[in-house]
C-alpha cells in the first residue's frame, strides 16, 4: 500500500459548483485543509478576507508573483488575478495535513508542474443547460461577464481529459461522498 496522497487540485468550469463543493467537504471532513487563493477581484457579498480569500490590489499580486510566494497565478477570466499563496500550503504538508487547492485551469496546469505528485479532480456540470442556469440563478455577474465565463467554461470543459478524474456534480451530498472516497478522507 502506498502513502495517500497529500495535496488534491480540484477544477471546473465557472459556475459547476466547486466553491458549493469544497465548503461542504469542508463542512464534513474538518481534518482538510483548504487553501484560500489571493485574488484582485473585489469580495462578494458574504465573502470574509483571509478566509475565502485573500483580497489584494494588483500592485501587492504583483509582489507576491515576483517574490515567488505563489505555486500558481493567472488572470482569470480576462479580468482578474488569482493565486495560491504557497505558506500556507508549505506549512499544511509540514502538519501532515491533506491538502485541497481549489483553482482554475491554467492554475491547476501551473501546479502539475510544480507539484505533479498532486491528484488532478475535474468537477463537470449535470449538463451544459445546468451550468448556463447556475450561472444565471447565482446573480453576481452582469450579462456581459456572464458571456465571457460561458465562453471561458467551454474551454475549460474541453480539458477535463486532463484530469485524473472527473467527478459530476449533480446532487452536492453524492458529489461529497465522492470527492471524500477519492481523497480517502473517510
Known amino acids: 500500500m502506498h502513502d495517500p496522497v497529500p495535496v488534491f487540485v480540484i477544477c471546473g468550469p465557472t459556475a459547476v459548483g466547486k466553491g458549493t463543493v469544497v465548503k461542504a467537504l469542508k463542512a464534513e471532513y474538518p481534518q482538510l485543509e483548504v487553501s484560500v487563493s489571493a485574488t484582485t477581484r473585489p469580495p462578494r457579498p458574504g465573502e470574509v478576507d483571509g478566509r475565502d480569500y485573500y483580497f489584494v490590489d494588483e500592485d501587492q499580486f504583483a509582489r507576491m508573483r515576483e517574490r515567488g510566494e505563489l ?6 477570466h480576462g479580468a482578474h488575478s488569482y493565486g ?5 500550503v508549505e506549512q499544511s504538508l509540514a502538519e501532515g495535513k491533506t491538502v485541497l487547492l481549489e483553482i482554475d485551469l491554467a492554475g491547476a496546469r501551473q501546479v502539475r508542474q510544480t507539484l505533479p505528485e498532486a491528484r488532478f479532480i475535474f468537477l463537470l456540470p449535470p449538463s451544459w443547460e445546468e451550468l448556463e442556469r447556475r450561472l444565471i440563478g447565482r446573480g453576481t455577474e452582469g450579462p456581459e461577464e456572464r458571456s465571457r465565463r460561458l465562453e471561458t467554461a467551454r474551454v475549460e470543459l474541453d480539458a477535463a481529459p486532463e484530469f485524473d478524474v472527473c467527478v459530476i456534480n449533480d ?8 470527492l471524500a472516497e477519492i481523497m480517502g478522507l473517510n
Do not use: I, Q, Y
Request: charged fraction near 35%; avoid cysteine; hydrophobic fraction near 30%.
Open 84 to 88: 495560491t499563496p504557497r505558506g500556507p
Open 71 to 76: 505555486l500558481e497565478s493567472a488572470v482569470v
Open 171 to 178: 446532487k452536492l451530498d453524492e458529489t461529497v461522498k465522492e
